[in-house]
């Protein structure tokens, strides 16, 4: 019944989970950080320290700020936000953004679950203002055959000709029904290219991140960011389906075109970071293991500095 999602969790235990074993040597707090938060102590207040653990009652009482000191709790529950909307098919060589969306799924969701730990997703296509399936939480590598195999599904039928318009990805609706739909405080991965029609997304990370554990996986492609100088093109937009004629000669152009990219992106850091989220970024033409490992280790160094 998941023959597609066995080989694609077979492939990836080769090539990407085998070396990240090697690599995290069992330090899986390097990549996540655990939902589940048992109470251990008060301290004074540090520059570094997350606002929200701040116990306000005991700071009134103190005159001064105190955090509350919680130990991670071994099981978590983790949600995977999947944005599969029409932009995630691009790509400049073979690998899209849609395929880099459904490999860290497939990866993060299968170290959680070795864990003991409960996974569950909400896969978005843009095709209405609701997530077009949602996987409750669950257990097990059966489980997680289940999450890829319904998200393969999704993909594969949006991969169909469509004889609709393409709709623009209004990315706040499903970031607002990911936070009305998780209870209790969780992980929660979403996973996109964060080109949304409207930039409403970013209030809605705020609300998210309050409550949850946020890892914003940005996925990318370097031709969004730098135009090659290959003459005249057509570029269409995938989700309105417009096009326009180029000039990739055209230096001016095309340093335009970097700046605008460039302004893009320092502006989706900026609400991310303004948000509280932790950001990972991908690119179609990067190895996923060695994007992984290195955001392991600068998370890792942070974590060691603060301690």
């Given at each position: 019944?998941?023959?597609a999602?066995e080989?694609l969790?077979?492939?990836?235990e080769w090539t990407?989970?085998?070396r990240?074993?090697?690599?995290?040597?069992?330090?899986?707090?390097?990549?996540?950080?655990?939902?589940?938060?048992v109470?251990?102590?008060?301290?004074?207040?540090?520059a570094?320290?997350d606002?929200?653990?701040i116990?306000?009652n005991?700071?009134?009482r103190?005159q001064?700020?105190?955090?509350?000191?919680?130990?991670?709790?071994?099981?978590?529950?983790?949600?995977?936000?999947v944005?599969?909307?029409?932009?995630?098919?691009f790509?400049?060589?073979?690998?899209?953004?849609?395929?880099?969306?459904?490999q860290?799924?497939?990866?993060?969701a299968?170290l959680?679950?070795?864990r003991?730990?409960?996974?569950?997703a909400?896969?978005?296509?843009?095709?209405?203002?609701r997530a077009?399936?949602?996987?409750?939480?669950?257990?097990?590598?059966?489980?997680?055959?289940?999450?890829?195999h319904?998200?393969?599904?999704?993909?594969?039928?949006?991969s169909?000709?469509?004889?609709?318009?393409?709709?623009?990805?209004q990315?706040?609706?499903?970031?607002?029904?990911?936070?009305?739909?998780c209870?209790?405080?969780?992980?929660?991965?979403?996973?996109?290219?964060?080109?949304?029609?409207?930039?409403?997304?970013?209030?809605?990370?705020?609300r998210?991140?309050?409550?949850?554990?946020?890892?914003?996986?940005q996925i990318?492609?370097p031709?969004?960011?730098?135009l090659?100088?290959?003459?005249?093109?057509?570029?269409?937009?995938?989700?309105?389906g417009?096009q326009?004629?180029?000039?990739?000669?055209?230096?001016g152009?095309?340093?335009?075109?970097?700046e605008a990219?460039?302004?893009?992106?320092?502006?989706?850091?900026?609400?991310?970071?303004h948000?509280?989220?932790s950001?990972l970024s991908l690119?179609?033409?990067?190895?996923?293991?060695?994007?992984?490992i290195e955001f392991?280790r600068?998370?890792?160094?942070?974590?060691?500095?603060?301690?």
């Amino acid at each position: 019944m998941y023959l597609a999602a066995e080989r694609l969790l077979q492939r990836l235990e080769w090539t990407v989970l085998k070396r990240l074993d090697g690599q995290l040597q069992g330090d899986y707090r390097s990549l996540f950080r655990g939902a589940g938060l048992v109470f251990a102590d008060l301290r004074e207040y540090q520059a570094y320290d997350d606002v929200r653990h701040i116990d306000w009652n005991v700071t009134a009482r103190m005159q001064t700020p105190y955090v509350r000191v919680h130990h991670e709790d071994r099981e978590m529950s983790a949600w995977f936000v999947v944005d599969v909307s029409p932009s995630m098919d691009f790509t400049s060589n073979q690998t899209s953004k849609r395929d880099i969306a459904i490999q860290i799924v497939t990866v993060l969701a299968s170290l959680l679950a070795k864990r003991g730990n409960r996974v569950g997703a909400l896969v978005y296509s843009a095709a209405s203002t609701r997530a077009d399936i949602v996987v409750p939480t669950g257990q097990g590598r059966r489980h997680v055959l289940q999450l890829l195999h319904r998200l393969q599904g999704t993909t594969a039928t949006l991969s169909k000709p469509r004889k609709d318009a393409p709709q623009p990805t209004q990315l706040h609706h499903l970031i607002d029904q990911t936070a009305a739909l998780c209870k209790r405080r969780s992980s929660v991965f979403v996973i996109s290219d964060f080109l949304s029609q409207t930039d409403d997304w970013k209030n809605s990370m705020a609300r998210l991140s309050r409550r949850h554990d946020v890892l914003a996986v940005q996925i990318g492609d370097p031709a969004e960011r730098e135009l090659p100088n290959v003459g005249m093109l057509v570029m269409q937009d995938a989700e309105t389906g417009e096009q326009i004629l180029l000039d990739g000669n055209d230096v001016g152009f095309r340093r335009r075109f970097e700046e605008a990219g460039t302004a893009r992106q320092q502006s989706i850091l900026q609400a991310l970071s303004h948000a509280g989220s932790s950001h990972l970024s991908l690119r179609t033409d990067k190895a996923l293991d060695t994007s992984l490992i290195e955001f392991a280790r600068l998370r890792k160094q942070r974590r060691l500095a603060h301690a």
